[in-house]
């Protein structure tokens, strides 16, 4: 009988390598999970989000520190100092008027992100109130609130926008006003249709039964497993309205041009001879509106992804 | 099938209306004398206090409100919109010239987008989680995070001011007549409006796509020997396309308020610059009727949409 031999040694392949990189992290302890929420290191995994989040808090914070990083009042007009390319001084250059463009972007920024963010928070705050007490309750409630969401969402959002601006007038306040009265609809239904597939669990019968009132049942019992896909809600409209007041105030029909805005800045790009020829003054803040928006949506992508169980991938 | 659509007509009557009396109410309550916006100016300067006493009896401006919006509703129907306060032009008119350029500057968006969303969103499902499924995420990213009116700056300064290609704005020159002449100036709005639009069908064909690959059909496909080419295009596209047919509906409010800015930037003459001219010397009787339009715009594209996936799906007409 011939006696068989078999090789005590095999070639390596790409998976046993893998297997002993996993094998040598569990001896030193780094393979368990780093504690908490799933959801959150979901989050922290998503390379693109991560990104988002640390743009998004960058020019958040420049924002909210502007006095400690230029030493310049946004306001303050220099005439000795008009059009100056970008310098050691000026750091993105002055406009037409002198006025520090850096400074402008810093507090501009403040002023565009509390439209934004305060336009989305409120446009929640109505659609959440209305949308998860009428889909709990149903009935003519419901029907009611869906059908005056329907008119709402039927006007191109930026035609109601400035319909609503020529009736009511430029400010500040009326701007997130009137994004909030146009922006409410999208985060109403999207709580509706939550309420109405958390209404069919077994858990808000047993609160019924215990004799517990409507609105108790809806907003603390029900509103909480809803908030993830709110939360993205939140976060792409905010983007959305951070988007449209740029565009109303480069129309000249946003926020008020006294006050600086990222949108008003932008304003005079519209000369054709400044566009061509001063680039400072519209490059440099056009680019961090659009670096903005882009942090905000990856961020709201990440949620999604991270909130959303049924989203792989 | 005719139940199916004479359904969707019958829930639409009522929203059309409700929509029709709130515009009427913000026109009553916007400051402006009525009688300014029935009435050619031209006939109403040359008339004193009595004849125009007289003249409002005669219009019914004395009338209670519900008359007064009847009278007002079906002029409309018959498309007489009243004047515009500003130099008196009737609305009609103004919108018969205007409402050829938008639509110029939109169908040319519209198909670009369409075509060019759908290839880069099948190309982009196909090659998932490859290089070039995230270099296309990003660039969709990018798209739909930039403003417009920022994309048109930068085209306006390579393509026009630097490189000279095409004209700074406007439609057409002085003795431009046929399309091919017109075409320089068609190029950049079109293009830039068309860039929000693409990102958006491109996210919404990829993720459609995927989930039509998903499906237990294109594995019995697979596995009957059909050349991928062929599933992926015949058996996925196909189902895939449902969902794309119903995003050229929901896109036609993007459009309109893309074409809105798009067309301020490039100076074209279109409904969306008379609009924006009109909320700046609120001209309300424009600014309502140019709204009112574009409602009953997206509300038709909406029934136009459902009827669309009803044929191409029969589960939704039959499903109710």
């Known amino acids: 009988m011939a006696h068989q031999t078999y090789p005590t040694t095999r070639k390596r392949t790409r998976l046993d390598a893998q297997f002993d990189r996993i094998s040598a992290r569990e001896e030193a302890g780094e393979a368990r999970s780093k504690g908490g929420s799933r959801a959150f290191n979901k989050f922290l995994n998503n390379r693109l989000a991560v990104i988002g989040l640390i743009i998004f808090s960058v020019i958040v914070l420049t924002a909210i520190f502007a006095p400690l990083l230029t030493p310049y009042d946004p306001n303050r007009i220099d005439l000795r100092a008009m059009l100056q390319p970008p310098s050691w001084e000026h750091w993105f250059g002055t406009d037409r ?44 409630l419901d029907a009611l609130a869906m059908r005056v969401s329907e008119i709402f969402m039927s006007f191109p959002q930026i035609i109601l926008v400035l319909l609503l601006v020529s009736i009511l007038g430029q400010s500040l306040v009326n701007l997130m006003l009137i994004f909030t009265l146009t922006g409410w609809g999208g985060i109403y239904r999207m709580a509706r249709a939550r309420m109405l597939s958390i209404r069919e669990e077994e858990y808000v019968l047993a609160l019924r039964s215990f004799g517990l009132s409507r609105p108790l049942i809806a907003y603390k019992h029900m509103l909480p497993n809803a908030l993830g896909p ?46 061509q020829s001063n680039w400072w003054v519209w490059l440099p803040v056009g680019t961090v509106i659009s670096l903005f928006v882009l942090s905000v949506n990856f961020i709201g992508d990440g949620l999604r992804d991270a909130t959303d169980p049924s989203q792989q991938g | 099938m005719l139940t199916y659509i004479i359904r969707r007509v019958l829930i639409l009557i009522p929203m059309a209306f409700a929509i029709c009396f709130l515009v009427y109410l913000g026109l009553e309550l916007t400051p402006g004398d009525a009688v300014s916006h029935m009435i050619n100016p031209d006939a109403l300067g040359s008339m004193n206090a009595d004849q125009l006493e007289a003249l409002r009896q005669s219009l019914g401006l004395g009338q209670p409100f519900y008359v007064r919006f009847w009278a007002w509703f079906t002029n409309l129907i018959q498309g007489n919109f009243g004047y515009s306060m500003n130099g008196g032009v009737p609305i009609g008119s103004i919108i018969a010239t205007r409402l050829p350029a938008t639509l110029e500057l939109a169908a040319v968006a519209l198909v670009f987008s369409t075509v060019l969303g759908c290839l880069l969103g099948v190309v982009s499902a196909l090659s998932r989680g490859s290089r070039t499924d995230n270099v296309l995420t990003v660039i969709g990213m990018l798209g739909v995070s930039i403003p417009e009116f920022f994309f048109g700056l930068v085209a306006i300064l390579v393509f026009a001011l630097n490189l000279g290609w095409f004209p700074v704005g406007g439609r057409s020159m002085p003795g431009y007549m046929t ?24 996210r919404y064909a990829r993720s459609s796509m995927l989930d039509a690959l998903s499906r237990d059909f294109i594995k019995t496909a697979r596995s009957k020997g059909i050349p991928e080419w062929r599933v992926n295009l015949l058996h996925g596209f196909r189902v895939a396309l449902t969902p794309v047919v119903v995003l050229i509906g929901f896109r036609l409010p993007v459009l309109i308020g893309g074409s809105v800015i798009i067309e301020q930037v490039f100076q074209w003459p279109g409904i969306g610059n008379e609009f924006i001219s009109a909320v700046r010397s609120q001209d309300y009787p424009v600014v309502m009727t140019i709204a009112l339009l574009s409602v009953m715009a997206v509300l038709l594209a909406s029934l136009i949409v459902d009827i669309l996936t009803a044929v191409i799906d029969p589960r939704v007409r039959l499903g109710e």
């Open chain 1, 97 to 140: 008027t002198g006025r520090d463009l850096f400074s402008r972007v810093l507090y501009g920024g403040r002023i565009s992100i509390l439209v934004g963010l305060g336009s989305a928070v409120l446009a929640a705050i109505v659609g959440i109130l209305i949308g998860v007490y009428t889909g709990y309750v149903g009935g003519w």
């Open chain 1, 230 to 275: 709110i939360m993205v809600n939140i976060t792409l409209s905010t983007a959305a309205f951070i988007l449209q007041e740029a565009g109303l105030s480069f129309l000249g029909l946003g926020v008020p041009l006294s006050i600086p805005t990222w949108g008003n800045i932008l304003n005079v790009a519209q000369d054709l001879r400044v566009l």
């Open chain 2, 179 to 202: 399309l091919w002449d017109r075409l320089p100036h068609l190029v950049l709005p079109s293009l830039v409006l068309s860039i929000m639009l693409t990102a958006g069908v491109m």
